[in-house]
């Protein structure tokens, strides 16, 4: 797997995020990771890094959560003694003295946000003092939501941004709109209730496109079918540990489970002992939803025993766009894809100050408490 950022960010010396390959030729001071996905995590679990962070005193920094699962998924123990977990808001960091050059320590303040994107994911908001650094590792946010983000405002208004590290992976005309996912998993657990009332036989196997992120679905299928999720003894190992986190997720065997399979006709034999008869396969993704509309539905049948739901956890084409635009940063870097602001008439006040965004009064308190915290 290539890593989706280059890890450097330049307007701090020393400072990486979300890559830890090559450590011994990055002379660096600081790693900030924003959630575990493998694409961001390459040379993690290096011997390379782990010497290096002994050599250097080098810490690295994410979120609780995130801290736990790097402890989860460890092969040497020596690396939790060089992860430092992180509560969202503000923080002070100071970086080591490089004795060899000299080089003095270095301090400044890193401030935790909401990032959207999976359990444990957050962005990094860079404070130098004399500049603001903005790194969104993946992350989803709806245009009317961006107001609510205090840490990107002040007096009510955005602050300003000096550079703008970006997750450009749905930047691309095909991916221009994403339904909401809350509207997309409404949708998902209309589909689930019918086909369960068939027959004592039917059972619904969910495949997702990455190991974590869909936390939000299994709690939502738990709080209206008040049927828990199975998944199998790897996942449940690290769930069990935050069971007020995924409470709709169990080690027992029941109706839905969380399935390997990549096809709705292969055997569930390598997920489950009790195998039923009936199935709806369930595959949520967001790759394959291109030219999606507000007026089509985000689920579809693609077999009489297969249900597709767009579950998009990165942000869409125009979603990204409103969010450059919003925030009218003086320098853009996109990953993995270039934002080219050349092409974009962009940082017009008038087009924010006359694009009007609905904010909803109402916000799904258990989604963000999983998404956010």
């Not at 400072?15 to 493998?38: G, I, P």
């Not at 040379?43 to 699962?69: C, D, F, M, P, Q």
């Not at 946010?141 to 992976?169: F, G, M, R």
């Not at 995924?246 to 055997?267: F, M, Q």
Request: glycine share 4%; hydrophobic share 35%.
């Amino acid at each position: 797997m290539k890593s989706s950022f280059h890890g450097k960010i330049d307007e701090i010396p020393g400072v990486y995020a979300d890559n830890f390959e090559n450590a011994e030729h990055q002379n660096a001071r600081a790693y900030f990771l924003s959630h575990y996905h493998t694409d961001h995590i390459q040379g993690l679990h290096s011997r390379e890094l782990i010497e290096v962070l002994i050599k250097n005193n080098v810490t690295i920094y994410a979120t609780e959560l995130t801290a736990a699962i790097i402890n989860d998924n460890k092969n040497d123990e020596r690396i939790m003694k060089h992860v430092k977990g992180l509560k969202m808001g503000s923080t002070l960091i100071t970086l080591p003295r490089i004795q060899e050059n000299n080089t003095p320590e270095f301090c400044f303040t890193v401030t935790l946000i909401p990032a959207g994107h999976c359990a444990g994911s957050t962005m990094f908001l860079f404070s130098t003092g004399s500049s603001n650094i903005l790194f969104t590792g993946d992350f989803r946010i709806n245009e009317s939501d961006l107001p609510k983000y205090k840490q990107l405002h002040n007096n009510e208004k955005p602050i300003k941004i000096d550079a703008l590290y970006i997750d450009t992976t749905f930047l691309n005309t095909k991916y221009d709109y994403f339904p909401k996912r809350s509207e997309s998993v409404e949708k998902m657990l209309y589909e689930i209730k019918k086909w369960l009332n068939l027959n004592e036989m039917s059972a619904i196997a969910l495949h997702t496109s990455a190991k974590y992120g869909y936390e939000f679905v299994f709690n939502e299928i738990y709080k209206h079918l008040n049927i828990k999720v199975y998944v199998g003894s790897e996942r449940w190992r690290f769930y069990s540990t935050i069971p007020h986190l995924v409470p709709g997720v169990t080690n027992e065997e029941t109706k839905i489970h969380l399935c390997r399979n990549r096809s709705e006709n292969a055997s569930h034999k390598s997920c489950i002992q009790q195998c039923y008869g009936n199935y709806l396969f369930i595959h949520l993704s967001a790759m394959k939803w291109q030219h999606c509309k507000e007026e089509i539905c985000s689920v579809r049948n693609e077999a009489s025993t297969r249900l597709d739901v767009c579950f998009a956890t990165h942000c869409s084409k125009a979603e990204l766009e409103y969010f450059v635009d919003y925030l009218k940063p003086n320098k853009v870097v996109g990953f993995p894809n270039e934002f080219n602001v050349r092409k974009r008439s962009i940082f017009v006040d008038k087009e924010i100050v006359n694009k009007k965004v609905k904010v909803d009064k109402k916000v799904d308190k258990i989604m963000l408490k999983l998404m956010f915290e």
